[in-house]
């Protein structure tokens, strides 16, 4: 396995046979089983399997746990080695952003709501680095996380409209087996609240289970969910949603099929879930 | 030569032989001499030639000449012929801005005076179509015309602060005998307005006469030049530039190098133009 700082040393390896397929798993690091079930699926689908870490700056605001967010390097590179990976990308600040840099890619529409709302900043830094990560790895496939829905929503946006010549693939949240979505924010939490952070696929699966004894009524659902988590003494409830899964729009009434998801704040701790019904596949068109 | 209106025909012969060198021109079609020799370099650089032609609607504001823009597809691809492209995009609105179409690539900084200050929402346009085109088409060479010199300062920001993978490539602008810059939008101007249009050149070629005899002081240089247009009754001046040439600002006191640019009114055509000095290369680094 390759680990490199420079864009040179990755674009030497990436076209070093020009035929052979590349798996791209963008990640910022302090790596858990669901980042690494993406490595696999990239291991098992391409020629090479490319991962890059890198915390973002351009996606936190100035409030957010930039300067807290978790971070083992020596930890990450051997759970990729183990996954297969060939090549770690770890870039620093100044390659990526280097001074005088003024370029952005913005989505609209589908960044208004939810993370986007909540986060008004977060989306345009998410586009921006992961279309920087495209050019630099140019990628035969990339693999993004469900537990991120609303990123996959607007990341399969821009690669349509910009055209990047890749193939898109969204893969399962993994859980504990609890039910807590795995994510590396969750190291931030006491033991009390990491018992409450339950409460997030609690809320969802309610949901799920409504919709599938026959519920079709998009407040309905809303307050079904937004019960469970007002029953949380440890959780403040951020946003509760039962939305179209393309155009992340509120359902008034559901039909054939939804995202519910939810933001949290456990603590100081800001989670997030959802839950696709009814199925992954169904909402991403099969990918 | 093959002419094509897909996205996939343009990659199936892209990367018939990955290791094949491209060189890429996009045009908006209406071709003169300026494009063919954008041509020609290509093809004097690079196994294979591909042009685009497409009038973009997102670079044109309402008020602007999108609905009048000349076209002639058959005289264009004749010219590309002659000149050795070996493929032709021609796409169509719905292929490039199909419903549901929300992403931009924007440039801030340098898109916020002279051209992008008289256009607001040109440059947006400009980079959202050439980020696209790169990203159909993947050229190892990109070849751009100088007269539209802001616009290859917008795009190298672009280029270097996203990561794309190619070489970016200014070439000369191509004059008539009496000076006047090549453009598609010459073919607006009457007799008479064609006779005036000269008044571009001649002003910038002032501004040269005056920085070789050793004037330093932008407001003069300016003033020299404005004098120039002032002169000639059919023009009024839209804007006059005397400009560091990587960041476009306005320069008090011209140092190592200038970059000398104007916009000027001539009946209802909006003619541009500009001179580097002490030359292209030297502003460009040698490109």
Same mark, same amino acid.
């Given at each position: ?7 040179? %040393?990755?674009?030497?390896m ?9 798996? /791209?798993?963008p ?5 858990h ?8 699926? #990239?291991r ?5 399997? #490319? %991962? ?25 590179? %051997? ?6 990976a ?5 870039p ?8 005088g ?12 709501v939810?993370?986007g ?48 010549n ?14 807590? #979505? ?6 931030? /939490?006491?033991?009390?609240?990491r ?9 969802? %699966? ?26 949380? &003494?440890?959780?403040r ?19 054939e ?5 939810t #933001? ?5 701790t800001?989670l997030?879930?959802?839950m696709?019904? &009814?199925? /992954? ?7």
């Amino acid at each position: 396995m390759n680990v490199t700082n420079t864009i040179e %040393a990755v674009r030497a390896m990436r076209w070093q046979n020009p035929t052979a397929t590349w798996g /791209l798993v963008p990640t910022m690091g302090y790596l858990h089983e669901g980042h690494i079930s993406l490595v696999r699926r #990239a291991r098992a689908e391409n020629d090479f399997v #490319a %991962a890059t870490i890198y915390v973002n700056p351009a996606q936190f605001a100035p409030t957010e746990d930039l300067s807290s967010y978790p971070r083992d390097l020596a930890r990450d590179l %051997a759970l990729l080695q183990d996954a297969g990976a060939d090549l770690v990308f770890t870039p620093d600040n100044a390659l990526m952003y280097p001074a005088g840099f003024q370029t952005f890619v913005t989505v609209e529409g589908v960044t208004a709501v939810l993370e986007g709302a909540a986060r008004p900043t977060h989306f345009r830094g998410v586009t921006t680095i992961v279309a920087k990560l495209f050019n630099i790895v140019q990628p035969t496939r990339a693999y993004f996380g469900q537990k991120d829905f609303q990123q996959t929503v607007v990341t399969r946006r821009m690669i349509a409209d910009l055209n990047f010549n890749l193939e898109f693939i969204v893969c399962p949240t993994v859980r504990e087996a609890d039910g807590l #979505a795995l994510s590396s924010r969750n190291t931030y /939490l006491t033991p009390p609240q990491r018992a409450a952070a339950t409460v997030l696929s609690r809320a969802l %699966a309610q949901g799920i289970v409504l919709l599938n004894a026959g519920e079709r009524d998009g407040d309905a659902l809303r307050q079904a969910m937004t019960a469970v988590i007002a029953a949380e &003494p440890l959780a403040r409830l951020d946003y509760l949603s039962a939305a179209d899964p393309l155009t992340l729009a509120e359902l008034a009434q559901v039909g054939e099929m939804a995202l519910l998801s939810t #933001a949290v704040f456990v603590g100081k701790t800001r989670l997030i879930d959802n839950m696709p019904w &009814p199925s /992954l596949t169904a909402v991403t068109g099969g990918q």
